[in-house]
Structures are given as structure tokens and as C-alpha cells.
């Protein structure tokens, strides 16, 4: 620590304030103040949401040169943590990274923190997690993350929290276009391209990525294609209409842990995301019309040991899809008064086999398809002046395992416009996916949904005419029917016997010093009374941005206490620094260069799979 604070403030000491911000990025991304859609479905204040909401904004997105966003959100939102396993690429099946959890709520793998974009749920129809590879910073205007239980308003999945990644949108005439490629460690290439086009009623935007890397190791390569387009017209001031595609691909090999090594464990996987959005904007009543359809297609070769291990015979395949259709509105009365009604459906399912190497039959291993239905209503009212109740039930019945009820109530109370004091009590579920009710050993079809309770005391304050603010929360989670794998008889079986009890506290903070040079800093502290994998007990970063003449500069520290890793639960404790630095050569060129890792720490997230130590990459950003 001593090391991280002299390198930390020998920056600072050359950086005095000069020139007009370039980007203020820190401050964007965790400024308290202004409107978010993730806590309500439709655009409401921060001080009016009584759950906990982290924004994290498109300069701070830009100025971290990351592809994948997951990295920049695991810096940026207090008692969010993700797993990783390399310098890039998070691969499927055993051995793959990626997994969320908040507040030591998420499952293995992901399935309890639902991942949306534009609020459509991004999860895979048979397994019921999100593939984090498939998610990417070129397509991102901003992310909002949900810390606690809401499954009040996203049903299924959501019993961890929400991440809603919200697409870019062009709103002024115009064409821009943008250029990224970066090469360093590893041999890691990654590269973008994006054009915004906006003329009157239409906008639209088209992106392209290319990203590979060799890997940390021998047999960890990694290759990826990604394309994006959305296209948008406004009909009139109050109605508006956005269909936008997303198809990635990627092959990931996994070199298996370093004691027990594979060979030719390879996965190639498409996944795509096409939507159709129709949304309405009044001064007393607003809300939207949402289809969505999601996608997959995955091959993957199981591998096997390089001294006497046999190869596989065959590969698993499978194809999985989400059909969906959500419509809401939200509804002022009165002054002080809100109403939101919604209606979700959804159709999830697929098939999964085995396709012999030697041209036998294939075998089927499952092919199933889920329905769910919910409507829900959610109330806020302004009560005794500044106070705000806000209460909602959600009503969500699964074909498989029937109806649940799901209570939240909040109370917000806005002391000023830069004070206020929240508390909410929330239900959280889940249900058992396709794959634990019927895929591989140990499956169970007579499985229950996963149930808790959130518990949540929060206050925020900004000083200094908004340039100041901090926000302070404290959690509690109680749950059952935790799904688990025992032996029984000999064999495995998935039963719903595990438990939930979690405490904790969260800080975040920004000081925007000058209009070029901001700092900010958030930590969270998770007390579990049962142990479980990646969920850090104490999570601490702290950063600044500075931008002067020519110059843009951000740089980082986080340090990650007591993480529990592998199933013995083995302690781990790290602390990482990264820099992310521009030059403008002239007013279209800027010269990138980003490091990792910069005190060389050695840990590991994934048991048996070592992260990278110091990495380096340089490039170019290109605007016309």
C-alpha cells in the first residue's frame, strides 16, 4: 500500500489543474444527482428510487479503453464482483469466468443477477445465465446497476440485483465516426469502429469489433467478431421507435487449471439479441412496447489430459432462444403520485445433444421450452410533503413451477434537493433453469425457486454546489431454498437445501476538484454467514481523472480483500493499479496507451488459473 500511495501521488503532484476537461469521467459515472429507467422502467430520480443505483456513464466507458464492460463496472459499482481468468476473453463451461455476484448474491454460474440491455433479459434459454463475452463497451451509452433484490419489477433472476446495459443513441444532426485498435501483451489485438448517423426523425448506429488474444497461457487463445446496429425515428415529440441486432461471435480455448491442464477443450459460440421498441413520452404518462428475441448456438469440445488422457469422441451442441414482449406504463394522477402498471411474457427454451465425431446419430440430451407470465403494479406517492412510499407487487406464474408473489416498499425521503434518506424491503427469486431440472447429472425436475429477503438503509449528501457527494448504505439478506448439488446414494443430486444471510456496508464518493481533475472512490464490506465463491469481503477502489492541454489521463486502485476462491473456500487478497492515459496528436488522432496490473500482483480468481501479471497496451483512437 505504502508503493500504490507514493506512485499515486507523485501523478498528482505533476498533474496541476490547467485548461478545460477533455472528459470527466470519474465524476460521470458516479454523480448521484439526474434520472435513471433501471429502477422504474421509466425515467425517475435517483433521491425519488428508494434502491440503491450506480450509473456508470459513457465518458467513463470511453476513457477505461476496455472492449468488454464488465471490467470497467467491477471497478466502478461498490459490492459488484466479477470473476475473470486471463488478459481477455471469459470462455464457457469449466474453467469460465464472468460469474456476478452483489452483495454475495449470484449463483455459479450467473443466475442471480439478471444482465438486460434496454431492459430485455440477456440470459440463455437453457442454461439461464448471460454469456459476458457477448457484452460489449462499443455498444454501451451507460450502464445502470441495481444493488439488492429486484424482483418486483424483472421477475426471475433478478433476487441478486440488475445490470442494464442502455444502448447508444445519436441525438443531434450529424454523422460521427470512430475508430479504436489497441495491441499489446499477449499478443491481444482488440479494435472497434462505430458511426453515428442522425438526420431530423432518423438515427442510427453501426458498430463492428474484432478482439484475440493468445492468452496468459499455451491453449488459452481466445478470437472474437462482434457486430451492432440500431436504427431509431421519431414519429413525433412523444413517440419514438428503436430496433436494434447484436451478433457476436468468439472462440475460447481453456487450458484447464495449471496442475490438471486440457487439451483441445474449445468452445465456439454465436450469440445474438434482436429487439423492436416503441415508447411514448407525456407530461403525466409515459411507457413502451418491447419484443425481443435472443439467440445461441454453441459447440464445445470437452478436451482432455495431455499425459494418457483420451479425446472426446464427440462435441455437446446446443441451440437455446428467448422470445419476449413487455409492455408498461407509468401514470401521474395527482401531484406526487405515480403509477406503473406492466406486463411481461416470455417463451425460453432449446435443445441440447451430443454430435458424435465419427458420423454416428446424434444424441439428445434435453429439449424443453418454459413459459412465464407476470404482471405487476407498482405505487409512489408523495406522503406528509417530501416523503415518498413507493410499494409494488409482482405476480409471476412459470409454467414449470407456478406462481409467486413478489412484495417490494420502499420509502424515499428528499430532505433538500441534495439530501436524502431511503429504505426498502424486497422480495428476490429465482427458478431453477432447464439445465438443473434436466440436463447432466446431478439434474432434478422436482426442484423450487430460490427465495430471499433485502433489507436496505441508505442516505446520500453533495456539498459544494454539487461538486461533493457521498452516498452510505447498510444491507441485510436472509434466504432459503438456495439450490445445492449433495450425494445421495452415491450419486449427485441438485436440491434446494441451501441457506442466505448476508450483511453488510457501501460508500461511494466524487470530488469534481476543478472542471478537468475529478477524483472518486467507492468500498463495500460483505459479512456472509455462508461462505460462498467470489464474493469478496472487502472491495475497495479509488481513482482519478485528469485532463489538460492534449492530455487525458485516468488512473486507478483496487484493492480486493479476503476473496474466497476454489471449493475450499482459500482466501485471497490482492491489490491491483491500473492507468489509462490519451495524447491528442491533432483533433481526429489521439495516441492510447493503457496498463494493467502495474504492481505485478500475483493472484488468482478462478482457482487453478493465474491472472496476468503487469500488461501493456498502446494504440490509436481516430474521429471523423
Known amino acids: 500500500m505504502k508503493r500504490i500511495l507514493l506512485i499515486s501521488t507523485a501523478l498528482f503532484l505533476q498533474l496541476l489543474p490547467a485548461g478545460e476537461s477533455l472528459a470527466s469521467a470519474i465524476t460521470d459515472s458516479v454523480q448521484l444527482e439526474g434520472v435513471v429507467v433501471t429502477g422504474s422502467r421509466t425515467e425517475a430520480s435517483l433521491q425519488n428510487i428508494p434502491m440503491s443505483v450506480t450509473v456508470v456513464g459513457s465518458k467513463t466507458i470511453e476513457s477505461r479503453l476496455e472492449q468488454s464492460l464488465l471490467p470497467i463496472i467491477t471497478e466502478e459499482v461498490p459490492g459488484l464482483f466479477i470473476t475473470g481468468r486471463g488478459v481477455m476473453g471469459y470462455g464457457v463451461s469449466t474453467g469460465a469466468a464472468g460469474g456476478m455476484k452483489i452483495r454475495g448474491v449470484g449463483g455459479s454460474p450467473t443466475t442471480g443477477v439478471l444482465l438486460l440491455i434496454d431492459g430485455h433479459p440477456q440470459y440463455m434459454g437453457l442454461m439461464g445465465h448471460p454469456l459476458p463475452d457477448a457484452y460489449q463497451s462499443m455498444m454501451a451509452e451507460r450502464v445502470e446497476v441495481i444493488r439488492g433484490a429486484a424482483s418486483a419489477l424483472y421477475g426471475s433472476n433478478a433476487s441478486g440485483g440488475v445490470i442494464n446495459i442502455i444502448t447508444k443513441k445519436q441525438r443531434v444532426d450529424g454523422v460521427e465516426t470512430n475508430l479504436r485498435a489497441m495491441y499489446g501483451s499477449y499478443n491481444t489485438v482488440s479494435s472497434e469502429v462505430g458511426?453515428?448517423?442522425?438526420?431530423?426523425?432518423?438515427?442510427?448506429?453501426?458498430?463492428?469489433?474484432y478482439n484475440r488474444s493468445d492468452g496468459t497461457r499455451e491453449n488459452m487463445d481466445f478470437d472474437q467478431y462482434s457486430a451492432y446496429g440500431k436504427f431509431g425515428y421519431d414519429f413525433t415529440p412523444t413517440w419514438k421507435a428503436f430496433a436494434d441486432v447484436n451478433v457476436t461471435n468468439f472462440s475460447a480455448s481453456n487450458a484447464g487449471e495449471i496442475n490438471d491442464p486440457l487439451i483441445d477443450n474449445d468452445a465456439d459460440v454465436t450469440r445474438g439479441v434482436a429487439s423492436f421498441s416503441l415508447e411514448n413520452k407525456y407530461d403525466k404518462t409515459s411507457g413502451a412496447l418491447k419484443f425481443f428475441y435472443n439467440f445461441g448456438m454453441h459447440e464445445v469440445d470437452d478436451g482432455y489430459a495431455p499425459n494418457g488422457g483420451v479425446p472426446r469422441d464427440f462435441h455437446f451442441r446446443s441451440t437455446d432462444n428467448m422470445l419476449g414482449v413487455s409492455l408498461y406504463q407509468t401514470l401521474s394522477l395527482f401531484t406526487g403520485n405515480r403509477i406503473t402498471a406492466g406486463l411481461d411474457l416470455?417463451?425460453?427454451?432449446?435443445?441440447?445433444?451430443?454430435?458424435?465425431?465419427?458420423?454416428?446419430?446424434?444424441?439428445?440430451?434435453?429439449?424443453?421450452?418454459?413459459?412465464?407470465?407476470?404482471?405487476?403494479?407498482?405505487?409512489?406517492?408523495?406522503?406528509l410533503s417530501n416523503l415518498l412510499l413507493n410499494a409494488g407487487v409482482r405476480a409471476d406464474n412459470n409454467s414449470r413451477t407456478g406462481t409467486e408473489w413478489i412484495p417490494s416498499v420502499g420509502l424515499s425521503f428528499p430532505v433538500s434537493g441534495a439530501t436524502a434518506l431511503k429504505a426498502i424491503v424486497s422480495k428476490g427469486f429465482r427458478n431453477p433453469t432447464i439445465r438443473e431440472m434436466y440436463m447432466f447429472p446431478p439434474q432434478n425436475p422436482d426442484l423450487k425457486p430460490e427465495r430471499l429477503m433485502s433489507y436496505e438503509l441508505s442516505f446520500s449528501q453533495k456539498l459544494l454546489d454539487y461538486k461533493l457527494g457521498f452516498d452510505v448504505n447498510v444491507f441485510y439478506i436472509n434466504g432459503n431454498n438456495a439450490i445445492q448439488t449433495v450425494m445421495l446414494n452415491g450419486?449427485?443430486?441438485?436440491?434446494?437445501i441451501g441457506k442466505i444471510e448476508n450483511y453488510g456496508l457501501e460508500l461511494a464518493s466524487f470530488y469534481k476538484v476543478t472542471p478537468s481533475f475529478s477524483i472518486s472512490a467507492n468500498y463495500s464490506w460483505l459479512n456472509m454467514k455462508y461462505k460462498v465463491e467470489a464474493a469478496p469481503e472487502h472491495k475497495l477502489y479509488a481513482g482519478f481523472s485528469y485532463a489538460v492541454s492534449k492530455w487525458r489521463l485516468a488512473s486507478g486502485v483496487q484493492h480486493i480483500g479476503n476473496l474466497y476462491v476454489g471449493e475450499n473456500l482459500v482466501k485471497n487478497s490482492f491489490t491491483l493499479w491500473n492507468v489509462r492515459a490519451a495524447y491528442s496528436v491533432w483533433k481526429s488522432l489521439e495516441l492510447l496507451v493503457r496498463g494493467e496490473n502495474l504492481l505485478s500482483q500475483k493472484y488468482e480468481i478462478n482457482e487453478g488459473y493465474p491472472m496476468p501479471e503487469a500488461t501493456v497496451f498502446g494504440g490509436i483512437n481516430l474521429r471523423f
Do not use: C, M
Open 491 to 496: 450419486k449427485p443430486l441438485n436440491v434446494n
Open 195 to 209: 458511426s453515428h448517423v442522425r438526420s431530423g426523425k432518423f438515427s442510427s448506429y453501426l458498430s463492428l469489433g
Open 346 to 383: 416470455q417463451r425460453f427454451g432449446g435443445r441440447a445433444w451430443s454430435s458424435y465425431l465419427d458420423g454416428r446419430a446424434d444424441v439428445d440430451i434435453v429439449e424443453k421450452g418454459i413459459n412465464d407470465a407476470a404482471g405487476y403494479l407498482t405505487i409512489e406517492q408523495s406522503v
